[in-house]
């Protein structure tokens, strides 16, 4: 069926169709970069009226079909009679409560980040230039229990300033101002923490790059025109410059 045929027989508008079928592609990616498995992570985009398509409960996110989605509102209800939504909803409901420009957010259960987390290793150090350039660091969350009202609060912090975090034995957040840029930002998240799984192989503890050579890189940003979130500008979940 073509995507004009589903989106007349179904009512959806072209946006909508679109969406859907977006999902459907990033959760393919997802689920062959291994970035998911089973089950596991959920992905979400909103549309312009505000409302947000998100991936059904206990579906495979690497074969999904455009109508499997649910359709709810920023409270979490159902707007329509389709799939009921995934039990970790709220995590995308804060996201987007707290980043109302953001239009996209995936979350995952990328191996070597949440190996990282539960080895203690921090995603924040300023080791890889390109990371501290771009998105700076990854913060990581506290451990909520999956599934409960606990979960989406422990993340509210960091995601107001963070495209990008981990989540204690669990798994990463990533938003974007479109589903794309949010699976960018997960691909540099895993690959981030791959290669500082392979630098803590062979050498153990790793020395962060010195001060003076994190604030150059982070000059570059303004020759490069970057303007985006940059948690080693804000200082996302870092101790105080004074402290």
Known sequence: MSIEQSTESHGWTDEEARLRKAICEIGALCYQKSFIVGTDGNISARLADGTLLITPAGAMKGFLKPEQMAHIDMQGASVDDGPRCSSETGIHLVSY????????VLHCHPPHAVAMTIAGIDLQQPVIPEIIVTIGGIPTAPFGTPGTHELPETIRDIVRCS?????????????????????????????TARILWLAHTVKGE??????????????????????????????????????
Do not use: I, W
Request: one cysteine or more.
């Open 97 to 104: 409560e707290e980043r109302p420009e953001m239009k996209a």
């Open 163 to 191: 495209d990008t975090l981990v989540m204690q034995n669990h798994g990463s957040v990533t938003l974007g101002t479109n589903l794309l840029d949010a699976f960018k930002k997960l691909d540099m998240l895993e690959h």
């Open 206 to 243: 790793l020395d962060p790059l010195p001060p003076e050579a994190v604030a150059k890189l982070l000059d570059s940003r303004k020759a490069l025109g970057l303007t985006t979130t940059n948690t080693l500008e804000n200082r996302c979940a870092l101790p105080d410059q004074g402290a």
